[in-house]
């Protein structure tokens, strides 16, 4: 197994959630009635990571690299091809009935777009409390209308909404809707696919402060899942890098923005536009050509090769794995690993 | 302040001749439900080979005021109320339909955010592109083809003669976009919009774009109107900025200045709400509470609600009522413009 970046955890303690091989395919049909595979998008391909106690782990690539579907194989919405999910030193996959239940209580999701992931026809209250139907003993039956209040009032909401529905709240709100239905269950861990970026940025900024604040209190951990590198950064505590199903680099959130080491993450990083006027012109632009292959045809050997200006043979023969490099301190999916220093502001002050 | 960077965008001619001059202008929709205020008294100017970015949330306006001088709004609902929209000196309100038509297109272009949907998706990109002279020109088919296949080229599609013949979903985001640019570019317009060009495109294919579009301009010379929400966006490409806030300009000037020294609360929370991957960690300050409703803006100065410094009663200066007087757009500093009773105090500390 791929060493995932750990930074010195003390010995004894054990990952909440450990990735091994991750994979998922879906299968290209085509035909109407006698459907046929005529391939496989390979979604997820391979991903390796683990989620410590209390700790955020970011997750940051671009559209189709594969971390919406992460997402949803680490909360069992989608069946993994390959690969194991093990919570707590136990295979997902070999859980029985009632503790695939307890898994899916400890592990809850807070989607992307807040406006259809709530259902219109039920009160505010109703969806908060709809997840004790199904785990009646996290809150007695009598508290449950106190308890959904207090959710709401914690998420800054006004308690007195409770019977309010979703079209009655602006988008930010919805979205603290959601994260009070993951709380409900008073899980162990958030999976946050996308959680701010439907969002404008004056409403994103209270929603990642709540965020913030929410993990400390409850000792939760986050697996945050995001494609703008500014916000998982602010939010991370490591970070993995996806490209087209793999994860290409990942480490502490320092080491990862500060001297990243694949290529990728180079690119990824420098393209990110600065919000300074005196640090314009500052930071070194790779600006890569030609646009993301497509992941039901993905290139040999590097997946990134087509568009990565230091491939060579090697790339295209040999599929580099996540590991340790001479050239970098995380583990790092690339032959020709180099840290890169990127330019910081204290560097113009 | 310490001497500027210069940017890898600034090698572009210095603001000549004023092509566009936007005064008081106002649009409502009249709706069942209400009359929605969405632009209300908007004034600014645009030169040659100048970029003026029009930064705001969702809601603040800023597409609305774009169209109305493109000239695309849905007439009704939406109704222009007041202003004028001078193009190279003419009202643009008060002429016919006709002569509207002649400067779409060829004087002033606009690019979309969403160029799959912008896009007719039953013709070629080629015959799309090759349209623009068609109607405008009267050029032959043949002609017109190899004019598009000659733009296809200057936007950097690769493999231009070869993919001309191609259908819209054919191509990438990134290509898609390019093709849009393509289009605006084919008349050689004395201005373009841009609305929203990158917010759907990844970003390394934004940065793509960006440099296009810099390049492009640069060659051109035409003024461009860059309406985004993306402070990053805005800084790395931008000449003068105007910030919108409930369908008003609250403040206008350099990206320079009003990036390094905002002046207005608005601007400066905005900034304070932004997650830096140059400065990490810090607790976000965001501004609290939602943008208002277009159709509800509140009296006085519609931040005030959500304004740290917002004084009402007795602490307000005569006729600096925040609550009740509506603050004017108003010269601040030199060269500087903001629509708050309080701006030198956030300016002068």
Known sequence: MADTGGTGRPAGTEPLIRIEGLTKHFPLTTGILFKRTVGQVQAVDGVDFEVWPGETLGVVGESGCGKSTVAKLIVGLEKPTAGRIVYKGQDVASMSTGELRRYRRQVQIIFQDPYSSLNPRMTVGDIVAEGWEVHPDVVPKGDRYRESQELLERVGLNPDFINRYPHQFSGGQRQRIGIARALALKPEVIVCDEPVSALDVSVQAQVINLLSDLQTEFGLSYVFIAHDLSVVRHISDRTAVMYLGRVVEIGPETSVYDTPSHPYTQALLSAVPVHEPVLRGVKERIVLTGDVPSPANPPSGCRFRTRCWKATQICTDEDPALVVRPGSDNPVACHHAEELVVVHTDAVE | ?349
């Open chain 2, 1 to 349: 302040m310490t001497d500027l960077q210069t940017t890898p965008y600034a090698d572009m001619p210095g603001p000549g001749e004023t092509i566009l001059e936007v005064r008081d202008l106002a649009v409502e929709f009249r709706t069942r439900d209400g009359v929605v205020n969405a632009v209300n008294g908007i004034t600014y100017t645009v030169a040659q080979g100048e970029t003026l970015a029009i930064l705001g949330e969702s809601g603040s306006g800023k597409s609305v005021s774009a169209q109305a001088v493109m000239g695309i709004l849905d007439i009704p609902p939406a109704v222009i109320t007041s202003g004028e929209i001078l193009f190279q000196g003419d009202d643009m309100l008060l002429m016919s339909e006709e002569d509207q038509r002649q400067i779409r297109g060829a004087g002033i272009s606009m690019i979309f955010q969403d160029a799959l949907s912008s896009l007719n998706p039953v013709f070629t990109v080629g015959f799309q592109i090759g349209e623009m002279f068609r109607t405008h020109r009267g050029t032959s088919r043949k002609e017109a083809k190899a004019k598009a296949a000659e733009l296809m080229d200057r936007v950097r599609i690769p493999a231009a003669r070869e993919r001309i013949d191609d259908y819209p979903h054919q191509f990438s985001g990134g290509m898609r976009q390019r093709v849009m640019i393509a289009m605006a570019l084919a008349l050689d317009p004395a201005l373009i919009i841009a609305d929203e060009p990158t917010t759907a495109l990844d970003v390394t294919v934004q940065a793509q774009i960006m440099q296009l579009l810099s390049d492009l301009q640069a060659e051109t010379g035409t003024g461009l109107i860059l309406i985004t929400h993306d402070l990053g966006v805005v800084n790395e490409v931008a000449d003068k900025v105007a910030v919108m806030y409930a369908g008003r300009i609250v403040e206008e000037g350099t990206v320079d200045e009003v990036f390094t020294q905002p002046a207005h609360p608005y601007t400066a929370g905005l900034m304070a709400s932004i997650p830096l991957a140059e400065r990490p960690g810090q607790r976000l300050n965001p501004i609290k509470g939602t943008p208002p409703n277009l159709a509800y803006i509140p009296p006085g100065c519609a931040f005030h609600p959500r304004c740290p410094m917002a004084r009402t009663g007795k602490a307000a200066q005569p006729g600096g009522d925040c609550r009740s007087d509506l603050p004017v757009l108003r010269e601040v500093a030199v060269g500087r413009r903001a629509a708050c009773h309080y701006s030198e105090e956030l300016l002068h500390g």
